[in-house]
T-cell receptor
C-alpha cells in the first residue's frame, strides 16, 4: 500500500506571497492532519480534517487554512507568508480515531525569503 | 494541559552500545495514547510504537524495547546494540481520547541520537 504523499517536496517563496501544499493520505485513511516543524518551536499541530470537515485546530493564525476533498486528499494554504513560516510541513493520515496511529508523509520544506 | 518532555537533547554513543531515550508526559486524562517516532535526515516521521494508557506491559521488537510506567508518567525507549543506522531524531508523542474523536499529537522536543562507528 502506498504511503502518504506530499507535493511539492521543496518550495521557495517570498514574503507576502501565498502557498498551497498538497497531501494524499494512505488509501482508506479518512483523517488527515497537518503539522509544522521548526527548529525553534519543534513539531506543532496545525489542524485535522475528517470527511471534509475540520475537527481540530491548533494555535495558529488565520493565515493558515486547509481543506479536505471527498477523496480524503487535503490541501493547506498559507497566505501572506512571513519569514517565520519557513518550516517543514508534515501531513499525516490515519483511520480516523484517536487510538489509531498517524502515518506521516515526507513533508514539504518551505523556505520564505 | 498535556505536555511531553524529552530532556535529552542529544546523545552520542559508539556502535553496539545500549542507549535509553527518556520520555515524561503530563495529562489529566485516564485514557491516552503514547507514541514513538523516528525522524531520519530525510525528514519523514517513521512510526515505531503505540501504547494505550491501560496497557503497561513492556514491549520488545528486535533491538528496540519500551518501558511504560504510569506511576512515573514515563515511556522510555531503549535500543540494544545500537547501529549507525539508528542515528536519527526520536520523538515521543501523546494523544488524548477526545469526545469528538478528533486527532492531535503533542510531541516532545526530540532527542538526536548519533551512533558512531
Amino acid at each position: 500500500k502506498a504511503g502518504v504523499t506530499q507535493t511539492p517536496r521543496y518550495l521557495i517563496k517570498t514574503r507576502g506571497q501565498q502557498v498551497t501544499l498538497s497531501c494524499s493520505p494512505i488509501s482508506g485513511h479518512r483523517s488527515v492532519s497537518w503539522y509544522q516543524q521548526t527548529p525553534g518551536q519543534g513539531l506543532q499541530f496545525l489542524f485535522e480534517y475528517f470527511s471534509e470537515t475540520q475537527r481540530n485546530k491548533g494555535n495558529f493564525p488565520g493565515r493558515f487554512s486547509g481543506r479536505q476533498f471527498s477523496n480524503s486528499r487535503s490541501e493547506m494554504n498559507v497566505s501572506t507568508l512571513e519569514l517565520g513560516d519557513s518550516a517543514l510541513y508534515l501531513c499525516a493520515s490515519s483511520l480516523a480515531r484517536e487510538e489509531e496511529t498517524q502515518y506521516f508523509g515526507p513533508g514539504t520544506r518551505l523556505l520564505v525569503l | 494541559a498535556q505536555k511531553v518532555t524529552q530532556a535529552q537533547t542529544e546523545i552520542s554513543v559508539v556502535e553496539k552500545e545500549d542507549v535509553t531515550l527518556d520520555c515524561v508526559y503530563e495529562t489529566r486524562d485516564t485514557t491516552y495514547y503514547l507514541f514513538w517516532y523516528k525522524q531520519p535526515p530525510s525528514g519523514e516521521l517513521v512510526f515505531l510504537i503505540r501504547r494505550n494508557s491501560f496497557d503497561e506491559q513492556n514491549e520488545i521488537s528486535g533491538r528496540y524495547s519500551w518501558n511504560f510506567q504510569k506511576s512515573t508518567s514515563s515511556f522510555n525507549f531503549t535500543i540494544t546494540a545500537s547501529q549507525v543506522v539508528d542515528s536519527a531524531v526520536y520523538f515521543c508523542a501523546l494523544s488524548e481520547d477526545r469526545m469528538d474523536s478528533s486527532y492531535k499529537l503533542i510531541f516532545g522536543s526530540g532527542t538526536r541520537l548519533l551512533v558512531r562507528p
